[in-house]
């Protein structure tokens, strides 16, 4: 028997709490929209909020998480730096997967990943997103079709300050004529890295079943593939060797 694949689904949780508006859209919080989304498949799924102790990132959840999902907006910088090296651990050292979600391109735990300005241009005028595949083969692709159209989100536009991707799986178009690298994947120590850009606060994006099967794909291609942790430092010879 397989064991499920357990995701955490991290959210800053602070715009639906504080903004009728968005706490119209998302009444439990975008966590629970992801979540209830992830449910759909043979997941295991927890959440965890920024103002829950230790951000809902004790020890003992990460150990027990595959796979952990990330927004935030607001707040990043009232991530602490504690859990954000202990998820950096978990990630290089246990090859726990990450996808990064949105406007958590500016999250601790990215940039540090990255190890670049992750910065981009941006517009919050509601307008159409056309996402297009441009890795079809890709399993985080799969069952998508040749592209996902959004009625409604923020724009994000190149140039986007992050690392070359190993894999580049979806370019996003904009009606202001902008294009943004929407889809990208990293591998950093034994962890994997998706980082996904749709999913502004004030649109339900993440209720679309075309949105909710690229992050369950996500979860399935980032999860752990590593059994054990790599051996490292003074090891003894695996042969006799001449003294
Ligand atoms: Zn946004």
Same mark, same amino acid.
């Given at each position: 028997m397989t064991q499920s694949i357990r995701v955490t689904v991290w959210n800053e949780y602070r715009h639906e709490r504080e903004n009728p508006k968005i706490g119209a859209v998302y009444p439990e919080g975008i966590h629970s929209a992801i979540a209830a989304g992830l449910k759909n498949y043979d997941f295991a799924v927890q959440t965890a909020t920024l103002?829950? /102790?230790e951000h809902g990132l004790t020890e003992e959840k990460l150990a027990n998480t595959d796979v952990l999902v990330w927004w935030g907006h607001k707040a990043h910088e009232q991530v602490s730096d504690e859990v954000v090296e202990r998820v950096h651990r978990r990630i290089l050292e246990d090859g726990m997967g990450l996808i990064v979600l949105h406007s958590?391109?500016?999250s601790k735990i990215f940039k540090r990943l990255m190890g670049t300005g992750c910065n981009l241009k941006w517009r919050e005028d509601g307008q159409k997103e056309r996402l297009w595949v441009v890795a079809p083969g890709h399993p985080i692709a799969a069952g998508i079709g040749e592209y996902i159209e959004l009625p409604q989100e923020e724009m994000y536009g190149e140039h986007?300050?992050? /690392?070359? /991707?190993?894999?580049?799986v979806f370019v996003s178009w904009f009606p202001g004529g902008e294009v943004f690298r929407s889809g990208c994947c990293y591998q950093r120590g034994t962890g994997r890295i998706f980082y996904f850009r749709p999913g502004h606060e004030e649109y339900p994006t993440f209720f679309n079943p075309q949105i909710q099967q690229v992050i369950a794909n996500g979860v399935k291609w980032a999860a752990p593939t590593f059994p054990h942790k790599p051996i490292r430092g003074n090891t003894p010879p695996l042969e006799n060797l001449p003294r």
């Open positions: 103002d829950e /102790p958590g391109h500016f986007f300050d992050i /690392p070359e /991707p190993e894999a580049l």
